[in-house]
């Protein structure tokens, strides 16, 4: 593992979409319908894509490879928030935390957007267009859910409720935040992200009489996935997503 | 007789690029799709950028390799460097009309269709209010776009209800 505190960046936000690109495109096949399994599919497949993007800028601060960066760390290597690693449970949980990804990440693209570090800002403009989809996807189900039958909003409540306290994790600072704020390679620190994220998730939930799901005061777990803790569905996921490349690490696809 | 191997031109470069398939797409090609942002020619060797339509399009590794074959076998050609950029973002208005008139001829509605970004629930109500993208098939607006998420990640899906097909679109 590298200790460039850009590279670490472009690793933690490489592994929240590469890890949650791999969730979302196990509903492929078994989604409510199929409109549903070729959504999380597409979805999936552009936060891979956009790993792909962070894991390139990663490479070249460490003389490294994409595949390599992506595939072949151990499962305490990996950066991302805990969130993204759980399993997809009910369609409530997964509309839960897609909404609550797509807004930190919402918040999120508009600050690495003015980093001083410009192959990364300049990086964002696309992913700026493709989510605007994702979050629309994600709008259009919590509308649905929230005025569904009683037991749609309930699943979608307990899908909130069981999401909210992990996706603060994606504000768990980065390593070597102080570095990264000091020289603009960050212009807003986590914390403060954090705050505008809640004030995203309010705005979507309070209207439709869910905004008790936020906890302002909520603290992310520490020591926690921005630092390579990571829970057992992690383990699991992990041996699956990279059996091919451990098999054989010069295999092209 | 001195032999003199004549040296490839950016317009022999960009005029083979507009031959070149889109492997998801094929009667459009990488020129037509706007996916080229720069050819530059020192002698033998030519340096080629191109953008994605998605940034997750699955497609690049075969575009790549199309892309730098189909120059390795131009006159004078002796090396192709083929790279991808982040800097630039790829919009439907880098289609050229050439592209345009394909997709349309192919059965997708090429952009300025009529295509807009949905919004709320309408998303996930298919049979929403038309007039929708014009059909390339019949040219009707009484269509409805089924999901944003189509075949590829620049494609959507719709219905057609004066013909009665459905259709494809490039997203806006």
Same mark, same amino acid.
């Given at each position: 593992?590298?200790?460039?505190?850009?590279?670490?960046?472009?690793?933690?936000?490489?592994?929240?979409?590469?890890?949650?690109?791999?969730?979302?495109?196990?509903?492929?096949?078994?989604?409510?319908?199929?409109?549903?399994?070729?959504?999380?599919?597409?979805?999936?497949?552009?936060?891979?894509?956009?790993?792909?993007?962070?894991?390139?800028?990663?490479?070249?601060?460490?003389?490294?490879?994409?595949?390599?960066? %992506? +595939?072949?760390? !151990?499962? =305490?290597?990996?950066?991302? /928030?805990? $969130?993204?690693?759980?399993?997809? @449970? #009910?369609?409530?949980?997964?509309?839960?935390?897609?909404?609550?990804?797509?807004?930190?990440?919402?918040?999120?693209?508009?600050?690495?957007?003015?980093?001083?570090?410009?192959?990364?800002?300049?990086?964002?403009?696309?992913?700026?267009?493709?989510?605007?989809?994702?979050?629309?996807?994600?709008?259009?189900?919590?509308?649905?859910?929230?005025?569904?039958?009683?037991?749609?909003?309930?699943?979608?409540?307990?899908?909130?409720?069981?999401?909210?306290?992990?996706?603060?994790?994606?504000?768990?600072?980065?390593?070597?935040?102080?570095?990264?704020?000091?020289?603009?390679?960050?212009?807003?620190?986590?914390? %403060? +992200?954090?705050? !505008?994220? =809640?004030?995203?998730?309010? /705005?979507? $939930?309070?209207?439709?009489?869910? @905004? #008790?799901?936020?906890?302002?005061?909520?603290?992310?777990?520490?020591?926690?996935?921005?630092?390579?803790?990571?829970?057992?569905?992690?383990?699991?996921?992990?041996?699956?997503?990279?059996?091919?490349?451990?098999?054989?690490?010069?295999?092209?696809? | 007789?001195?032999?003199?191997?004549?040296?490839?031109?950016?317009?022999?470069?960009?005029?083979?690029?507009?031959?070149?398939?889109?492997?998801?797409?094929?009667?459009?090609?990488?020129?037509?799709?706007?996916?080229?942002?720069?050819?530059?020619?020192?002698?033998?060797?030519?340096?080629?950028?191109?953008?994605?339509?998605?940034?997750?399009?699955?497609?690049?590794?075969?575009?790549?390799?199309?892309?730098?074959?189909?120059?390795?076998?131009?006159?004078?050609?002796?090396?192709?460097?083929?790279?991808?950029?982040?800097?630039?973002?790829?919009?439907?208005?880098?289609?050229?009309?050439?592209?345009?008139?394909?997709?349309?001829?192919?059965?997708?509605?090429?952009?300025?269709?009529?295509?807009?970004?949905?919004?709320?629930?309408?998303?996930?109500?298919?049979?929403?209010?038309?007039?929708?993208?014009?059909?390339?098939?019949?040219?009707?607006?009484?269509?409805?776009?089924?999901?944003?998420?189509?075949?590829?990640?620049?494609?959507?899906?719709?219905?057609?209800?004066?013909?009665?097909?459905?259709?494809?679109?490039?997203?806006?």
């Amino acid at each position: 593992m590298t200790d460039d505190p850009r590279a670490l960046l472009a690793l933690a936000l490489a592994d929240d979409e590469h890890v949650l690109g791999a969730r979302h495109v196990q509903w492929t096949g078994v989604a409510p319908h199929l409109e549903e399994d070729l959504a999380f599919s597409s979805i999936g497949q552009d936060e891979i894509g956009h790993a792909v993007v962070w894991y390139s800028l990663a490479a070249e601060r460490t003389g490294s490879e994409p595949d390599v960066l %992506a +595939l072949g760390r !151990r499962p =305490d290597e990996y950066r991302h /928030a805990v $969130l993204v690693e759980r399993p997809n @449970g #009910d369609w409530g949980y997964t509309i839960a935390r897609h909404l609550l990804f797509d807004l930190a990440e919402d918040v999120r693209l508009p600050v690495l957007a003015a980093s001083s570090w410009t192959a990364l800002g300049d990086a964002t403009g696309a992913l700026r267009r493709e989510e605007r989809y994702h979050l629309l996807h994600a709008r259009a189900w919590l509308t649905r859910l929230a005025g569904g039958p009683p037991e749609a909003r309930a699943r979608l409540r307990a899908g909130l409720a069981a999401a909210y306290p992990e996706a603060v994790g994606l504000f768990e600072p980065f390593a070597a935040e102080g570095e990264l704020l000091a020289d603009g390679t960050l212009a807003v620190a986590s914390e %403060a +992200l954090r705050e !505008r994220w =809640d004030g995203a998730v309010a /705005a979507e $939930l309070a209207p439709l009489g869910l @905004g #008790d799901v936020v906890d302002r005061g909520l603290r992310p777990a520490a020591p926690g996935g921005r630092q390579g803790h990571h829970s057992a569905d992690f383990t699991e996921l992990w041996t699956e997503m990279t059996a091919l490349y451990r098999s054989d690490p010069a295999a092209r696809w | 007789m001195v032999s003199v191997t004549p040296l490839p031109s950016p317009a022999d470069v960009r005029a083979a690029l507009d031959m070149v398939p889109d492997p998801e797409m094929p009667p459009v090609s990488i020129g037509d799709l706007g996916m080229v942002v720069d050819v530059s020619v020192h002698g033998g060797q030519v340096d080629i950028s191109l953008v994605p339509t998605f940034s997750g399009c699955p497609a690049t590794a075969v575009i790549r390799e199309d892309v730098a074959r189909a120059v390795a076998a131009l006159d004078g050609v002796e090396e192709v460097t083929v790279r991808f950029v982040r800097d630039v973002v790829w919009e439907p208005g880098r289609i050229t009309a050439e592209g345009r008139r394909k997709l349309s001829e192919y059965g997708i509605a090429p952009p300025g269709s009529g295509q807009r970004l949905p919004s709320g629930p309408g998303l996930l109500q298919i049979g929403g209010a038309p007039p929708g993208v014009r059909c390339p098939l019949c040219g009707s607006r009484d269509t409805v776009t089924d999901s944003p998420f189509g075949p590829t990640p620049c494609r959507s899906a719709n219905y057609c209800r004066a013909c009665r097909n459905p259709f494809e679109a490039i997203k806006p």
